[in-house]
């Protein structure tokens, strides 16, 4: 395994928090142990050499590899179940009597694979029913890994990743997708859902603000400055009466949020 110095530590560290707002600052062995094969594979001799080439080139490809190395992205659907009741049981009631044009504006930040937002999108059928025609609920699904967007167009998943789904709804939005022990969604719920890159560093400048924002364990890979300055951003992109779902295992600075503390991972902008 090759050894990264203390001189090229700090300069990736920099280069992925200035431009990624991910914090590696105290994931020395992680990044040795998770890139040196890579960097070897890859025909360079040194961390110095490689990095070099990252900062100069800046090629998308390379620094996506390098992004998905460094970031674990395991999800499964219903993951954190108690946010989906609260959006089947309080949210969508709220949003159905408050949305008199009927366009409903859920955004999943950071979507890996897929499952959330297809989640989501499950939720939002099961709620409306026969009414789902007469209702825009597409769910915006973004994330800065090409390969995780690829993976969640493509949308067929093992067995496990099923494993929180009733049988009802593995009969209902599941199908084979050709071999044992894998599945894919119905189109119904494909469709449902549009997959865009973006990178959450950026401004937020899409054409509707949001009813709902799920970004749920992904702020665990930033510093406190770079988080409060995403929720900040949130909010702004959020309607008034909207709501911040984070991962169960993060949490918010409450003397900084501009949004009202609920319940734990739970937000909303009064």
Known sequence: ??????????????????NYGIDLSKKRQLISGRLSNTIISLGF????EYIDYLIKYKKPEDLELM??????????FMREGAHFELFQDTILPYLEEK?????????????SSGEEPYTISMILKDYFGMKAAQWDTRVLATDISQNALRAAANAVYEEESLKEVSPQWKKKYFKSAGEPGLY?????????????TFNLMDPIKFRLKFDVIFCRNVMIYFDQQTKDALV??????????GYLLIGHSEGLNKATTPYKYLKPATYRKI
């Open 232 to 241: 900040h951003r949130f909010y702004n992109a959020t309607n008034d009466g």
């Open 45 to 48: 001799n040194s961390f110095q």
């Open 67 to 76: 992004l998905n190395k460094l970031t674990t992205n395991y999800t499964f």
């Open 184 to 196: 894919t969604v119905t189109p119904e719920i494909r469709n449902n859902v549009i997959f865009r």
């Open 1 to 18: 395994m090759l050894t990264i110095n203390d001189k090229d530590f700090q300069r990736l560290v920099t280069f992925i928090h200035q």
């Open 99 to 111: 949305k008199k044009d009927k366009v409903l504006s859920i955004w999943s930040a950071g979507c």
